[in-house]
């Protein structure tokens, strides 16, 4: 599973945050709850895990200095 935010063409705003397996699948999902048309959708993979494990590997080598 994949993390994706989607966001809405039209008004440029955020309007759904959740795991699917594809963008595909979390834009017609998100369409769905919203009941904004799927093709108005935008829906970027997100990559939360590294984003966290580099800040804390960066923090550990700080504080060996």
Known sequence: M???IIYDLDSKMPVAVGEQVSAETARYCASATTGIF???LLA??????????YGLHEREKQQRQ
Do not use: D, G
Request: glycine share 0%.
């Open 38 to 40: 799927y093709a108005n």
């Open 44 to 53: 970027e993979e997100i990559v939360l895990e590294k984003r966290i494990r």
């Open 2 to 4: 994949k993390t994706f």
